[in-house]
């Protein structure tokens, strides 16, 4: 068996919680599409939710949550989960991308025979690999359920960090610099683009010699020459130029949590409009760490962010952060506190928020964040590395 990432007490705790807000929603069973939500309760980790995958948490005191995948990854659960066994179950291989069936006919017959067909049950509908097919084959399966919407219910538990969670956190910080710095290191003109990726790549997954780096929920950004506008677009074979100016979003990942950290570079000379546009937005993001505290609202951080950059004639449409923590592909996010206007959420402690502060302009573009830590007097920033735009002449 796989070491397990925490202590079995730390997924007691959590089902403690997610309990009492299911019995608050008068919620009998859970059923978790959402990836990061099916690990961050049973510890599960493997590359098999490109096939319909659930977790089922029912509200009975005592009772483990139950894994259901395929039956050819059943194995994989035995080897990472905490729970018994007989809580890892497996759907058949003829199930499997099949017209005439699907997976979830299997799985409600399944939770039918449990007995839990007719309980009043929560369902993730927002999860990325839960397809529209998935929910109705599922609902037509068990047909004398009473059915609500649970989305991102784990979601918001998860976003207050236990010290566990944040010492994993600052381990994936530690890859999140060694990914910068190599970058920094590799990237001169005549470079292409994916050979950098590659050095970077590998410096996320062995950038320490004490732990090991996992695949990050969304792959490394650089965005040289006008590609610096666009904040998502991906990479490529071109070559850097030999004055540009690159912004970089790369992240590091320990035991699945995700710490990201954005940084710009400038190759030769740094012009005037990029020195000017860098110089407020540092000055922004010591606004947004002089803002981030308990107490706080999520949307008063923004504002101290926006304050200053309306001093230097700037305006950035997008939020400036959101909560981070256990991430799959296609995104790190949580998906629930966001740093921008009308999000009232009020910042406690324990909560981590990835602040980048990006500035996409026309053909040229900078990016600068940082993984910051709401601790019970103020914030840490969890990734420590200089904020200057860094110039290789």
Same mark, same amino acid.
């Given at each position: 068996?796989?070491?397990?990432?925490?202590?079995?007490?730390?997924?007691?705790?959590? %089902?403690?919680?997610?309990?009492?807000?299911?019995?608050?929603?008068?919620?009998? %069973?859970?059923?978790?599409?959402?990836?990061?939500?099916?690990?961050?309760?049973?510890?599960?980790?493997?590359?098999?939710?490109? !096939?319909?995958?659930?977790?089922?948490?029912?509200?009975?005191?005592?009772?483990?949550?139950?894994?259901?995948?395929?039956?050819?990854?059943?194995?994989? /659960?035995?080897?990472?989960?905490?729970?018994?066994?007989?809580?890892?179950?497996?759907?058949?291989?003829?199930?499997?991308?099949?017209?005439?069936?699907?997976?979830?006919?299997?799985?409600?017959?399944?939770?039918?025979?449990?007995?839990?067909?007719?309980?009043?049950?929560?369902?993730?509908?927002?999860?990325?690999?839960?397809?529209?097919?998935?929910?109705?084959?599922?609902?037509?399966? %068990?047909?004398?359920?009473?059915?609500?919407?649970?989305?991102?219910?784990?979601?918001?538990?998860?976003?207050?960090?236990?010290?566990?969670?944040?010492?994993?956190?600052?381990?994936?910080?530690?890859?999140?610099?060694?990914?910068?710095?190599?970058?920094?290191?590799?990237?001169?003109?005549?470079?292409?683009?994916?050979?950098?990726?590659?050095?970077?790549?590998?410096?996320?997954?062995?950038?320490?010699?004490?732990?090991?780096?996992?695949?990050?929920?969304?792959?490394?950004?650089?965005?040289? /020459?006008?590609?610096?506008?666009?904040?998502?677009?991906?990479?490529?074979?071109?070559?850097?130029?030999?004055?540009?100016?690159?912004?970089?979003? @790369?992240?590091?990942?320990?035991?699945?949590?995700?710490?990201? @950290?954005?940084?710009?570079?400038?190759?030769?000379?740094?012009? !005037?409009?990029?020195?000017?546009?860098?110089?407020?937005?540092?000055?922004?993001?010591?606004?947004?760490?002089?803002?981030?505290?308990?107490?706080?609202?999520?949307?008063?951080?923004?504002?101290?962010?926006?304050?200053?950059?309306?001093?230097?004639?700037?305006?950035?449409?997008?939020?400036?952060?959101?909560?981070?923590?256990?991430?799959?592909?296609?995104?790190?996010?949580?998906? !629930?506190?966001? @740093?921008?206007?009308?999000?009232? #959420?009020?910042?406690?402690?324990?909560?981590?928020?990835?602040?980048? @502060?990006?500035?996409?302009?026309? /053909?040229?573009?900078?990016?600068?964040?940082? #993984?910051?830590?709401?601790?019970? #007097?103020?914030?840490?920033?969890?990734?420590?590395?200089?904020?200057?735009?860094?110039?290789?002449?």
């Amino acid at each position: 068996m796989i070491e397990l990432p925490f202590a079995r007490d730390e997924y007691q705790q959590r %089902l403690k919680k997610i309990r009492a807000e299911m019995a608050k929603r008068g919620i009998e %069973l859970l059923v978790v599409n959402d990836v990061a939500n099916q690990h961050y309760i049973t510890a599960y980790d493997g590359w098999s939710f490109y !096939t319909p995958q659930v977790v089922l948490v029912p509200i009975d005191e005592g009772a483990e949550p139950v894994w259901i995948g395929r039956a050819m990854d059943a194995a994989g /659960g035995l080897l990472t989960v905490w729970m018994k066994p007989e809580n890892v179950v497996g759907f058949p291989e003829d199930h499997v991308q099949r017209a005439d069936r699907h997976p979830m006919d299997w799985i409600a017959a399944w939770i039918v025979a449990k007995g839990w067909g007719g309980r009043h049950i929560g369902i993730e509908l927002e999860a990325y690999y839960f397809s529209p097919k998935a929910h109705a084959r599922l609902v037509a399966g %068990l047909p004398n359920a009473k059915w609500q919407d649970a989305d991102l219910l784990v979601n918001w538990i998860r976003a207050v960090k236990s010290a566990p969670e944040i010492a994993y956190l600052r381990k994936a910080s530690t890859l999140a610099e060694a990914a910068v710095a190599r970058a920094f290191e590799v990237i001169v003109p005549g470079v292409r683009e994916c050979d950098a990726i590659a050095a970077i790549q590998a410096a996320q997954i062995a950038g320490s010699p004490d732990f090991a780096g996992d695949i990050t929920a969304l792959p490394p950004t650089i965005l040289g /020459g006008e590609n610096a506008s666009a904040p998502h677009i991906m990479w490529s074979d071109r070559r850097f130029g030999k004055n540009e100016t690159i912004a970089l979003e @790369l992240a590091g990942v320990c035991r699945r949590y995700a710490a990201g @950290l954005a940084r710009t570079m400038q190759l030769g000379k740094t012009p !005037t409009r990029v020195a000017d546009t860098a110089k407020a937005v540092i000055e922004g993001m010591d606004a947004v760490l002089d803002a981030v505290k308990p107490g706080t609202s999520a949307e008063a951080v923004e504002a101290a962010w926006r304050k200053v950059i309306q001093r230097y004639g700037l305006k950035k449409e997008s939020r400036i952060g959101y909560s981070i923590g256990v991430a799959y592909p296609p995104d790190w996010g949580e998906h !629930t506190i966001s @740093l921008r206007p009308g999000d009232k #959420t009020v910042l406690l402690s324990g909560n981590v928020v990835h602040s980048i @502060l990006g500035m996409w302009m026309d /053909g040229w573009g900078i990016e600068v964040s940082e #993984t910051i830590l709401v601790t019970e #007097t103020g914030n840490e920033t969890l990734t420590k590395f200089p904020r200057d735009i860094h110039v290789k002449s």
